[in-house]
């Protein structure tokens, strides 16, 4: 690959699955043999350790480099079996930052990485515009309800107006049956309302309960629940290969 690929993972509204879906994207790159580095730009309530089982792991935090403690790449913590994987993890509170460092932070993550995903907080304000400071492309999450298909609306218009248009959409927790029976948001809604292109959609998954939201673990399993499938997919997409995006 030869430009590295920066992403914010968004959604306006919390609980959407942002961190879930970039935990589980990453993994999934990781493991086709891309080099990749999860940014966790949740700061003050970051999760992306949690759903990366990295807890123990993450000796420092984005704040070490920030009070010049330790120099940027001693930040970035490899994951502890899936090779290709590093998370940047975000200061247990919240830290003052702005947009441009926030950029060379990113500039420089990008040069050693394949791809970069950064995990944006709720919400469409600071935080946002942060998170998007130094990326070109958004995964836009939505839930199939209404205030989870407007607040993605909501984000993808404001990230337009932060500099980040191309943006992809990606529907989770979707329950195929309950679609099907007329019941919920059909897809095509969901991409007219968000109006961006739909990369994929992930099913509703108990496996992400049973692996205790650890979607490393989920990721590395032989065989795959469906929506970890589904986060496999979307992977192959960002990797540039055709992947039929069909509802079952
Ligand atoms: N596809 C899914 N199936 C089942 N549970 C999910 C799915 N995606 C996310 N969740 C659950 O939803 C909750 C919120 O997810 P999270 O990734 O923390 O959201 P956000 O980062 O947008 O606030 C977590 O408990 C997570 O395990
Ligand atoms: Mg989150």
């Not at 529907?171 to 309950?178: C, D, E, G, T, W």
């Amino acid at each position: 690959m030869d430009e590295p690929l920066a992403y914010v993972v968004a959604s306006g509204k919390g609980g959407s699955g942002k961190s879930t879906l970039c935990a589980g994207l990453a993994s999934a790159l990781a493991l086709s043999g891309k080099r990749v580095i999860a940014l966790d730009a949740d700061f003050g309530m970051r999760n992306l350790d949690i759903y990366t089982g990295m807890c123990e792991n993450t000796l420092f935090d984005l704040s070490d480099y920030l009070l010049g403690r330790v120099p940027l790449r001693e930040v970035v913590t490899p994951h502890h079996e899936i090779r290709n994987l590093s998370l940047v993890a975000a200061p247990a509170r919240g830290i003052e930052l702005d947009t441009e460092t926030m950029g060379r932070i990113c500039r420089e993550l990008r040069s050693w990485c394949d791809f970069l995903l950064v995990d944006a907080p709720a919400g469409i304000g600071e935080g946002l515009r942060l998170a998007a400071a130094g990326v070109d492309k958004a995964l836009i999450v939505a839930t199939p309800d209404l205030a989870g298909v407007t607040d993605a609306q909501n984000a993808a218009r404001v990230l337009a107006g932060y500099g980040v248009e191309n943006a992809s959409l990606l529907v989770n927790r979707v329950r195929p049956k309950l679609i099907s029976r007329g019941i919920g948001l059909d897809l095509d809604a969901i991409i007219d309302t968000v109006g961006a292109p739909i990369l994929g959609y992930v099913r509703e998954d108990d496996g992400m309960l049973r692996h205790r939201q650890n979607l490393c673990e989920m990721m590395t399993q032989r065989r795959l629940s469906p929506g970890a499938k589904d986060i496999q997919n979307i992977a192959k997409r960002m990797s540039g290969e055709r992947v039929a995006l069909k509802l079952r």
